[in-house]
């Protein structure tokens, strides 16, 4: 008998079998870890963009120098997860202007599925125009003239967020 000693067909054919079932357990476990991943980015973006919301917000209402605060696109939106029910002092809608008393306006307008921050002067034109958030779904301000209180409803990359501010 003659002994073989080097690769037969057989032998070939089950490295063959074994490196593609090699490879598929690899790529069904990067596909899983790579989707996991990109949740993860999504739902770090969303809260990302909406700190950043609230640190403009929130760098605004703290200010002494506000004297108006004014509700645009009244109730042409609702809430993310509910219809709002409002007091006879409460107005709500997709945009926010705040008029500081050097007669500058930082209105947060809600249009296109992102927020903008919008800087205008004393004559209306604008000066400045920041985009804040995308993928937004949902957004509404509602403003409580009596406890000069505004609430926001944001709803980015399908997360709900929920904040109340209180206007000096």
Do not use: W
Not at 41 to 47: D, K, L, Q, T
């Amino acid at each position: 008998m003659k002994s073989n000693k080097g690769i037969t067909i057989i032998s070939l054919l089950v490295y063959i079998i074994v490196l593609s079932i090699v490879i598929g357990t690899i790529s069904i476990l990067m596909k899983y870890f790579y989707r996991n991943e990109k949740e993860s980015a999504i739902a770090e973006n969303s809260s990302g963009q909406y700190s950043r919301l609230i640190s403009y917000i929130t760098d605004d209402v703290n200010s002494e120098k506000i004297t108006n605060v004014d509700i645009v696109n009244s109730n042409s939106n609702t809430e993310p997860e509910e219809d709002p029910e409002l007091n006879s002092s409460e107005t709500s809608g997709e945009d926010i202007n705040l008029t500081f008393n050097d007669s500058t306006v930082h209105e947060y307008k809600f249009s296109e599925n992102k927020i903008y921050n919008i800087v205008k002067n004393i004559n209306g034109t604008t000066v400045k125009k920041i985009e804040i958030c995308s993928d937004v779904t949902n957004a509404l301000f509602k403003y409580d003239s009596e406890a000069k209180k505004i609430t926001l409803y944001i709803k980015i990359n399908n997360k709900v967020y929920t904040d109340v501010f209180i206007v000096k």
